[in-house]
Nanobody, 120 residues
């Protein structure tokens, strides 16, 4: 399987970015985004199920970020609005190929990450 992110960059506080992730050669029952800031733990940000009907967000991004997917293209998106400096992190796309509860322990494939930097 291949998982590849794109769309990171640098924006000022309050700005917006859209991340994309394309997965190939794998089922994608759940797809999601994790992030890791320097000196911090890996954190789940958002996830969405295979038909896009159920989406999950960590509390710190709910209302500002929107996760969506194009099922035909096996592509995942993360629309990030009203960005804050503490959103600065490396963002990783994650793929859970199996029918199982949405969980980091069920992630089997990871992208290499795309950097998001929000300046104050």
């Amino acid at each position: 399987a291949q998982v590849m992110e794109s769309g990171g960059g640098s924006v000022p506080t309050g700005g917006s970015l859209t991340l994309s992730c394309t997965a190939s050669n794998t089922p994608t029952f759940y797809m999601g985004w994790f992030r890791q800031a320097a000196g911090s733990e890996h954190e789940g940000v958002a996830a969405i199920d295979h038909d896009g009907k159920n989406a999950y967000y960590t509390d710190s991004v709910r209302g500002r970020f929107t996760v969506s997917r194009d099922m035909e293209k096996n592509t995942l998106f993360l629309q990030m609005n009203t960005l804050k400096p503490n959103d600065t992190a490396m963002y990783y796309c994650a793929v859970q190929p199996k029918y199982a509860p949405c969980s980091r322990s069920n992630v089997e494939y990871w992208g290499r990450g795309t950097q998001v930097t929000v300046s104050s």
